[in-house]
């Protein structure tokens, strides 16, 4: 009568290194950040084109502040106070710029995972959505600072540096605070916003669309209806959102009409308010699929 033997195949007890349940998240932030990197059509040519967006900026700020200059706008009778303004101007490029970069890198991130099915892999290895959220989010917002942050503060360095005295730069130095925060706020924005909008629906291409008709088209309405009737409406536009907020740091107008710009609390609150609401909605999709799916953590 023959008797069943038992082999040894090989089996050998995992030894390795432990890693904490709340360093989950950086395993998809390390992935998303990888992902907008690894091809030219995503990442790489909205960076390089803001780089040349910086790069022309300073050009120009370094040129208005010299001396020829200044003779020259006095000699007009213009203010050579005018430098000042590019800081905050250089948001209308740094805006448009963060757009198209996030609509190749935040929107098909929630999106994309559904469409591929990727979800049963994330929660087969037991990943909670708040690491996926955290993680998500935290990786867009990294590589989006480089357009929307990093640009605003390399021109405030650069205005520092362009002072003609000491006394010149302690006037100066809260030009790199407020450049910082408008920085934040940009990146929270177009990083967050988005994803909330990746997050909406099942398909890239329609999350692209949609925060394409928000962000353009819906912004340009509510901005016109703003101008005919009551500007406190202009704060369902980000954009219009982020021009205040900006405009009210660096105490400057656009055409002297205070009473016609947005509020800068009702800005905020705005900003805020569409940050959460999109958290909320990635949380919720994540949540979703994790009840839905195979395995699952608490």
């Known amino acids: 009568m023959s008797t069943g033997q038992i082999h040894d195949l090989g089996y050998k007890r995992y030894v390795g290194s432990r890693r904490s349940v709340a360093t989950r998240w950086r395993v998809i932030m390390r992935h998303q950040m990888a992902t907008a990197w690894k091809t030219w059509w995503r990442f790489k040519p909205w960076f390089i084109l803001s780089l040349l967006a910086i790069g022309i900026s300073t050009a120009l700020l370094y040129a208005f502040s010299g001396t020829l200059f200044r003779v ?16 905050p101007l250089s948001l209308f490029w740094s805006n448009a710029i963060a757009f198209f970069a996030s609509l190749f890198v935040a929107v098909p991130a929630v999106a994309g995972d559904i469409q591929s099915g990727a979800f049963t892999f994330y929660f087969a290895r037991s990943l909670r959505p708040r690491d996926y959220v955290i993680g998500k989010l935290v990786g867009i917002a990294a590589m989006l600072s480089l357009i929307t942050l990093l640009g605003q503060v390399v021109l405030a360095a650069a ?11 302690v006037d100066l130095l809260p030009t790199l605070p407020k450049a910082l925060a408008i920085g934040v706020l940009g990146t929270l ?30 912004g340009a309405m509510v901005d016109r209806l703003a101008h005919a009737t009551n500007p406190a409406i202009g704060a369902l536009d980000l954009s219009e959102c982020l021009r205040a907020v900006a405009l009210e740091l660096f105490d400057l107008r656009m055409g002297g009409r205070r009473n016609m710009d947005l509020p800068v609390g009702v800005a905020l609150i705005s900003i805020f308010a569409h940050v959460t609401a999109a958290l909320a909605l990635v949380f919720w999709r994540v949540r979703s699929a994790q009840r839905t799916g195979v395995g699952g953590a608490s």
Do not use: C, E
Request: glycine letters at 8%; aromatic letters at 14%; zero cysteines.
């Open 159 to 169: 205005r520092l540096g362009l002072s003609d005295n000491l006394d010149q730069v």
């Open 189 to 218: 924005i177009f990083s967050a916003v988005p994803l909330g909008f990746s997050a909406l629906v099942t398909k890239r291409s329609h999350a692209m669309a949609l925060w394409i008709a928000y962000y353009v088209v819906f």
């Open 72 to 87: 020259f706008l006095r000699a007009g009778g213009a203010q050579p106070q005018f430098v000042a303004v590019i800081l």
